[in-house]
């Protein structure tokens, strides 16, 4: 139960920006919200993290509702290479996150 | 800096067997989480240790799973008289001794088959 929200698949064309939504109407005030991302077969790989402001890194953006409620993370020119699942989680660590079948985003040239 | 090093990354196993699942961390990391992918589903966390103690193993089945992360060595993940449900990709990753609201960073995993 990975009391997360987030479409099973989303397609981009190489180049667009790729936009992932993710619902946690139900995260707390001390939860964190945690994206990760695993290509294929691979161990997964941390994108970002945030509690309540936006924030960028030089991987993607993490835009968060003002009520918290849900997120988007944002790809800004997704390639081919940014093809994999991604994991929105929330939870007061990074540790204890429970990885539920995320979104499946396709990069199409 | 080598990245998170688990091995073996392919450990075939019979019904039975004990399978040893080694974990180095980062350098310079001093937490460890081990966490299991079954086929066709998520990742669920299995337990969380440092250096010589086990923080939270909640997610850990009762039995025949153990863990430890001695002072000296890599982190163990011990599976006793494997079933062929334990067939799955077991990850780990480490993190630095700021605390728990940082990046993990995983391993390759190792893809246990039993058979």
């Known amino acids: 139960d990975a009391k997360t929200t987030q479409p099973p698949s989303m397609d981009c064309a190489e180049g667009r920006a790729a936009n992932l939504p993710c619902n946690h109407s139900?995260?707390?005030?001390?939860?964190?919200v945690y994206w990760y991302r695993q290509i294929h077969s691979q161990g997964p790989q941390y994108i970002i993290h945030g509690l309540k402001n936006n924030e960028t890194n030089e991987m993607a953006s993490l835009i968060i509702t003002e009520d918290r409620k849900s997120s988007t993370l944002i790809l800004p020119h997704a390639t081919l290479r940014d093809t994999a699942v991604y994991y929105c989680n929330r939870g007061g660590s990074n540790y204890k996150l429970t990885f539920g079948k995320g979104t499946l985003l396709t990069v199409n040239p | 800096n080598a990245g998170v090093m688990q091995n073996p990354r392919h450990l075939v196993r019979r019904r039975g067997q004990e399978a040893r699942l080694r974990c180095s961390p980062m350098k310079g990391h001093s937490h460890v989480y081990w966490y299991r992918q079954l086929p066709e589903e998520g990742l669920k966390f299995m337990v969380y240790?440092?250096?010589?103690?086990?923080?939270?193993e909640s997610g850990m089945p009762k039995e025949r799973f153990s863990a430890e992360f001695p002072k000296e060595g890599p982190s163990i993940l011990r599976i006793q008289q494997v079933v062929r449900g334990d067939s799955a990709a077991y990850f780990c990753?480490?993190?630095?001794?700021?605390?728990?609201?940082?990046?993990?960073?995983f391993g390759q995993g190792t893809r246990l088959t039993v058979v």
């Open positions: 240790l440092q250096k010589e103690n086990i923080i939270d």
């Open positions: 139900t995260i707390s005030g001390n939860e964190y």
């Open positions: 990753a480490s993190s630095p001794p700021q605390g728990t609201n940082t990046e993990a960073f």
